[in-house]
């Protein structure tokens, strides 16, 4: 079986490989199931900020269930909140060093 290496368009978009349900819970499609790109394509949609909220979602139902402390709920959110901030600071940071002359 040879697997496709063009990438579909839907290809790391979070929203359409790992949608809200009804319930509240993420879950990926019937489509993306028989994809051969589903793992690598999922794992690229988790990336970055778009996936720290993912995270961040994840933390929120397991305070709600009961599972998780508050100072643990507080120490992970803190974590990835950070982490959000310093992915788009370091964006920025990339831009300014793109834009020096270098000549």
Known sequence: MKISTERPS???DLDTVFPMAQD???????ACLAC???TECLRNA???ARGMTVRDEKIDRAYAS?????F?????????HRR???STSNKGEDRENHSIDRS
């Open 10 to 12: 839907c290809y790391g």
């Open 24 to 30: 509240g819970l993420r879950a990926s499609p019937d």
């Open 36 to 38: 051969p790109h589903k």
């Open 46 to 48: 988790l990336k970055g």
């Open 66 to 70: 009961g599972t998780m402390g508050f």
């Open 72 to 80: 643990e709920r507080w120490s992970r959110k803190k974590a990835i």
């Open 84 to 86: 959000m901030k310093q």
